[in-house]
């Protein structure tokens, strides 16, 4: 582990000396987010994989609701018949969750990064390195006693705050606006019964985005960077992959 983590170190290093003369002091800030940029572009495939399925799926929902009606009375029937469904038309239930479970290394490698007294056997150099007055290796709670909020080091928060409430704020509007267009048939368990804490879980999803927030705050401000970087990349690259699914009323209109 040692090992990888002082790879990584030198990765991150690296991509800092090669963006000093653009950023200066800033570099290795602008290292970590575009380390962030890479890794989503390595994912974005997987991402219109994940846009694809979801949009089948919609167009399945007045399947699947039927074969649910149709086999109420038969749960394991039932499941069968969603599977071979979904295996028909190419369709995997789960295939949203990969691009964010691939994700994840790269967020703990940073924070372990940044959150490391030392890697190997040497002072880790990295912890001392800024975005503006706030370093890399602190966070928030640690800008609030280096001046208080409004300080040279609470300000990058409040930046990085303001920015997460606005993609949050895109976000839960266009979540919104797709499942009042696009209603799901919530997921049932093998009795055929939808799964409890499911109906609650869909109500909070527009919600979700504003979770960051509370990310932002309690990371190392180099994690929070990944973060607040990654999260702006997901929602300009959700907005761009599902910018055919349908506005509410659109159906309606159709129709009539």
Not at 37 to 58: I, T
Not at 95 to 121: E, N, R, T, V, W
Not at 130 to 148: I, K, N
Not at 218 to 234: D, I, K
Request: aromatic share 10%; proline share 7%.
């Amino acid at each position: 582990m040692s090992a990888f983590m002082s790879a990584f170190a030198s990765l991150v290093g690296a991509l800092a000396d090669l963006l000093h003369p653009l950023f200066q002091n800033g570099s290795t800030a602008a290292a970590i987010i575009l380390f962030t940029a890479l890794v989503r572009l390595a994912v974005h495939p997987l991402s219109r994989a994940a846009a694809r399925g979801q949009k089948a799926q919609r167009r399945l929902q007045p399947q699947i609701a039927e074969l649910r009606k149709k086999h109420a009375k038969n749960p394991e029937r039932m499941q069968k018949a969603l599977m071979e469904l979904h295996r028909e038309e190419k369709v995997s239930p789960f295939s949203g969750c990969l691009p964010s479970l691939l994700q994840m290394p790269a967020f703990f490698l940073l924070y372990h990064l940044f959150s490391s007294q030392k890697i190997g056997d040497e002072a880790n150099a990295l912890l001392g390195h800024q975005l503006f007055d706030a370093p890399l290796g602190e966070r928030w709670h640690d800008a609030l006693s280096h001046g208080g909020v409004f300080g040279a080091q609470g300000l990058v928060y409040l930046g990085l705050f303001a920015i997460v409430a606005a993609v949050a704020t895109f976000n839960y509007g266009r979540t919104k606006r797709q499942m009042a267009a696009n209603p799901v048939t919530p997921a049932s368990g093998p009795d055929g019964q939808p799964v409890p804490g499911m109906g609650a879980m869909t109500r909070m999803m527009p919600l979700m985005s504003f979770f960051t927030l509370f990310t932002v705050g309690f990371v190392p401000l180099a994690a929070a960077l990944y973060v607040v970087t990654s999260t702006t990349w997901t929602a300009i690259e959700r907005a761009y992959l599902y910018r055919d699914m349908p506005a509410p009323g659109a159906a309606v209109a159709t129709a009539a």
